[in-house]
């Protein structure tokens, strides 16, 4: 199912693929496709995404990839869409067992564990309207399609 976007009626992104939003980068305009494509109550991400974006971008800043302005810049307009583009996932407890059994499964860090059981999770709530996985990380791709969760990757289409 990867890449189909046209079956997906619903997305919730990782932060590897939301920062493509972002960030000029590979995989960029196809982000910006879906979010274009769909209506704000179509995409979602998870409450752990703030929090990953604020560290993707404090590390770009520090790594000279982003000046520290274009850091607080983009920090604003990721607040700012989130606000109006954007629902957010809140982890439930069966997140939380989910996860640690993603890692024990995949070998996933803690972060993309949670970012898929969060997708599984918005998955199931929102059935029968499929719901794809909008991801950027070969290995949580590889872990969602596993898992049986539909998955967009922006970088290869």
């Not at 929102?126 to 596993?146: E, G, H, M, Q, Y």
Request: glycine share 8%; charged share 25%.
């Amino acid at each position: 199912m990867t890449g189909r976007l046209g079956a997906a009626e619903a997305f919730l992104f990782d932060t590897s693929a939301l920062a493509k939003r972002f960030v000029q980068e590979s995989g960029s305009e196809r982000v910006v496709e879906i979010c274009h494509g769909a209506a704000p109550e179509t995409l979602w991400i998870s409450q752990l995404a703030p929090l990953e974006m604020r560290s993707l971008l404090r590390l770009a800043s520090d790594t000279g990839r982003i000046t520290q302005e274009q850091a607080v810049r983009l920090r604003n307009d990721f607040g700012r869409v989130m606000r109006r583009g954007f629902q957010v996932w809140e982890f439930v407890p069966r997140d939380w067992s989910r996860a640690g059994e993603y890692i024990d499964r995949h070998a996933l860090r803690p972060g993309d564990a949670l970012q898929l059981a969060a997708a599984i999770s918005l998955h199931e709530s929102l059935a029968p309207k499929r719901t794809a996985f909008v991801c950027s990380d070969r290995n949580l791709l590889r872990a969602a399609n596993a898992e049986g969760m539909p998955t967009v990757d922006p970088v290869s289409g």
